[in-house]
T-cell receptor, first 113, second 113 residues
Framework: DQQVKQNSPSLSVQEGRISILNCDYT??????FLWYKKYPAEGPTFLIS?????DKNEDGRFTVFLNKSAKHLSLHIVPSQPGDSAVYFC????????????FGTGTLLAVQP | ETGVTQSPTHLIKTRGQQVTLRCSSQ?????VSWYQQALGQGPQFIFQ???????GRGNFPPRFSGLQFPNYSSELNVNALELDDSALYLC????????????FGPGTRLTVL
């Protein structure tokens, strides 16, 4: 049972335009959400996160939006740059004694120059 | 500040053998989590270690075991290797079990023949 889903395996965007990566989840107990970026042959790099008590969090070119009623979150990258080309993973956790992360399957973003 | 390091980078084993993977946590982090990332999938939680004790486990059989040392470094041991154990093994550290953000190492690529 996939509790965190990224239904788009890939996305291609022109440099300078907006990239929107989507993520859906099924477990209403999740209380924290994270986005990681992964380049080939490297581990995932933490990008941005959001608590379930918020609906938006911004950090520079990156903004994460959370819609709890729809169990949906999205990552917006504006403007997109060729260096943003990577696999993006959405992850969630529900706190408790173990902060284990539940990951989606990832979306490969290609930013075309 | 030193990031998360893992060794070895790559490893090739045959079915039935045993393997030990190593991880050094980021300085100041006392909690280490291990994840398995199969090809085309997101990372899956194996277990977490805090204060040298296992603190939560995912859906992995007992032949996956671990250790944490007083300096917070950690080992992942896998006995009786199976072909399906071929994957990227990721170590992540965090500042406590309630910290939401986890920071990943570059991973160890294990191939089982």
């Amino acid at each position: 049972d996939q509790q965190v889903k990224q239904n788009s395996p890939s996305l291609s965007v022109q440099e300078g335009r907006i990239s929107i990566l989507n993520c859906d989840y099924t477990n209403s107990m999740f209380d924290y959400f994270l986005w990681y970026k992964k380049y080939p042959a490297e581990g995932p790099t933490f990008l941005i996160s959001i608590s379930s008590i918020k609906d938006k969090n911004e950090d520079g070119r990156f903004t994460v939006f959370l819609n709890k009623s729809a169990k949906h979150l999205s990552l917006h990258i504006v403007p997109s740059q060729p260096g943003d080309s990577a696999v993006y993973f959405c992850a969630a956790n529900y706190g408790g004694a173990t902060n284990k992360l539940i990951f989606g399957t990832g979306t490969l973003l290609a930013v075309q120059p | 500040e030193t990031g998360v390091t893992q060794s070895p980078t790559h490893l090739i084993k045959t079915r039935g053998q045993q393997v030990t993977l190593r991880c050094s946590s980021q300085s100041g982090h006392n909690t280490v989590s291990w994840y398995q990332q199969a090809l085309g999938q997101g990372p899956q939680f194996i277990f977490q270690y805090y204060r040298e004790e296992e603190n939560g486990r995912g859906n992995f059989p007992p032949r996956f075991s671990g250790l944490q040392f007083p300096n917070y470094s950690s080992e992942l041991n896998v006995n009786a290797l199976e072909l399906d154990d071929s994957a990227l093994y990721l170590c992540a550290s965090s500042a406590g079990t309630s910290a939401n953000e986890q920071f990943f190492g570059p991973g160890t690529r294990l191939t089982v023949l």
